[in-house]
C-alpha cells in the first residue's frame, strides 16, 4: 500500500485518481513482482520483494506480507535452485528477500546463488543520505557483500547469454534494467523506471525518484528502442498488468497491450 501522492508526484489527485481510485486514507495497492528466468544452465531470480525483516510499523503502513517462499514453492521452486539473484537497485521492496534471519545471524535466502547489483548503488545507500537512507537498509546487502556472495557491477554488461543489465538513472543514479533476449525476441524488466502501466507518460513520476529530469529523459530513451522493437516490458509494482508491450500513437500518446500468459505463468 502506497500514499497516492508519493506515486505519482506532482500529477494532481483529480486526474491520476481516475485511473487509480485511493482508499480513504488515500492509499493505493501495488504489486511487488519478480520474475523467474530459466535456461538450461541457470535459473535467475530478478527482484526479491520487500522480505520479511522489516521494523513492524513500515509492515504496517505498508502492509506487506512476506510471500516470496511460499509463491515460489507452489511454482515448483527452492531457494537451492537459483543460481543468480539480480536486484535492479537497493530499495528495500526490491531486495528485502536477499537475505533472511536465521537465528541472531542474517544468511543469504538464496545460498546457491551469486547477487548482482551495480556499485553505486552499494556506494549510495552507505552514505546514508537524508533524502532517502529509510529505503536503503544494509542487512539486505552489506552481509552478502561481505560474504563475496553479491558482485557489484559497473555500468552495462552482459551477466550470461541473454541475460544483461542496462543502467537507466533518474529513480536512483545507478538503477539497473534487466535485458532478456531469446529466441529472436527481446524482453526488458524495466523496474522503477517505469514502475506500472499508471506511469507510462513520460511525465507520471513518483516522490521517490531523485532526479525526475532525468528519469524523463531515460523514458523517452528507452521507449526509442523498445516500442519500434517490440519489446516486452515487465514492471515492478503493476499489480494488474505485470508485462506488456507498448505502443505510442502519432499524437506521441502511449497505451499497452498485454499479452496472452501461458498456462503455467497465469496460474501464479
Not at 21 to 37: G, Q, S, T, W, Y
Request: glycine share 6%; charged share 25%; with cysteine.
Amino acid at each position: 500500500m502506497l500514499d497516492g501522492g508519493a506515486v505519482f508526484g506532482v500529477v494532481p489527485k483529480v486526474i491520476w485518481s481516475k485511473r487509480h481510485p485511493a482508499d480513504e486514507n488515500n492509499f493505493l495497492r501495488f504489486a511487488l513482482n519478480c520474475l523467474i528466468v530459466r535456461s538450461d544452465e541457470r535459473t535467475i531470480l530478478i527482484e526479491t520483494g520487500a522480505g520479511s525483516k522489516l521494523p513492524p510499523d513500515m509492515q504496517e503502513l505498508y502492509q506487506t506480507k512476506p510471500l516470496l517462499l511460499r509463491n515460489l514453492e507452489r511454482l515448483g521452486f527452492a531457494p537451492e535452485d537459483f543460481n543468480a539473484v539480480i536486484n535492479t537497485h537497493l530499495h528495500f521492496d526490491h531486495c528485502g528477500w536477499n537475505t533472511m534471519r536465521q537465528g541472531d545471524r542474517l544468511v543469504p535466502t538464496f545460498p546457491r546463488a551469486q547477487y548482482y547489483v551495480q556499485r553505486g548503488e552499494v556506494e549510495h545507500g552507505r552514505l546514508r543520505s537524508e533524502r532517502d537512507r529509510m529505503s536503503y537498509r544494509p542487512e539486505n546487502y552489506e552481509p552478502l557483500i561481505e560474504a563475496g556472495k553479491m558482485q557489484l557491477l559497473d555500468g552495462d554488461c552482459e551477466l550470461f547469454p541473454g541475460i544483461s543489465v542496462r543502467v537507466y538513472p533518474g529513480h536512483t543514479r545507478h538503477l539497473q534494467t534487466v535485458l532478456i533476449r531469446s529466441g529472436g525476441q527481446t524482453a526488458c524488466f524495466v523496474s522503477d523506471l517505469i514502475p506500472s502501466t499508471y506511469h507510462l507518460r513520460p511525465t507520471w513520476m513518483m516522490a521517490y525518484d531523485l532526479e525526475p529530469l532525468v528519469v524523463i529523459e531515460n523514458r523517452h530513451r528507452f521507449y526509442a528502442e523498445a516500442i519500434p522493437e517490440n519489446w516486452l516490458a515487465m514492471f515492478s509494482h503493476d499489480l494488474n498488468a505485470p508485462w506488456a508491450y507498448l505502443r505510442q500513437d502519432e499524437k506521441g500518446r502511449y497505451s499497452y497491450q498485454t499479452p496472452e500468459l501461458a498456462p503455467a505463468v497465469r496460474a501464479a
